[in-house]
């Protein structure tokens, strides 16, 4: 089993990390490869919205522009069973960082032929500041799963005041993840 973990996060500690930290550990005790990719680390174009709106990636399933470091990052996702998918929350949305990439990818998953669709996703969202826009986050991360026919997991929503207790829960979600957990499952 290998777990990706898609980070919009630009920092390398604090809230958020320190979450996506937690999934790593649950993750390799539940027994998986973990496979973290920082969308940050890369020079990442956004989408260029070719021809007029209707480029080649709806039809044929990639990106003009996929040698900016998205096609790895595309291979990466696809080559793994299980994703987990983590933004601080800017706004009450994604950062940009993982908001851009998601635009892009989903114009790719179409035709029967998508990487998403039906593999498992962890949603993880850390707002750091007043702890609002966590709702809206998941909004947009969950409109992402449903147009690539990706499963979802479970949602865990962290701040300030509560990350001690979501540590835990992301790092058991992980972990129950990584051991096979499949939705629906009754525990
Ligand atoms: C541009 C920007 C917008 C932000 N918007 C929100 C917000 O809407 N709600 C919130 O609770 N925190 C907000 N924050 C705080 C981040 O969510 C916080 O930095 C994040 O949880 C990560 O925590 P960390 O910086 O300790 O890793 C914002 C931060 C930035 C930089």
Known sequence: MKICILSG???????????IDATKLGATEGGAEVDEIRLCDFKLI??????DGWGPCRDENYCTYGNDGFD???YRIQSSDAIILVSPVYWGETSEALKSFIDRLRRCEFNGKEILRDKQVLLIASAGGTGN??????????????HTGAIIFDYIGVNRWNSDYKHLAAKTAAY???SGRKNGETV
């Open 9 to 19: 996060n630009p920092k390398n500690d604090g809230l958020c990390q320190a979450v």
């Open 46 to 51: 956004r989408c260029q919205v070719c021809g």
């Open 133 to 146: 826009g966590l709702l809206s986050c998941f909004e947009q991360m969950d409109r992402f799963c449903r």
């Open 72 to 74: 790895e990052i595309k």
């Open 176 to 178: 129950a993840m990584a």
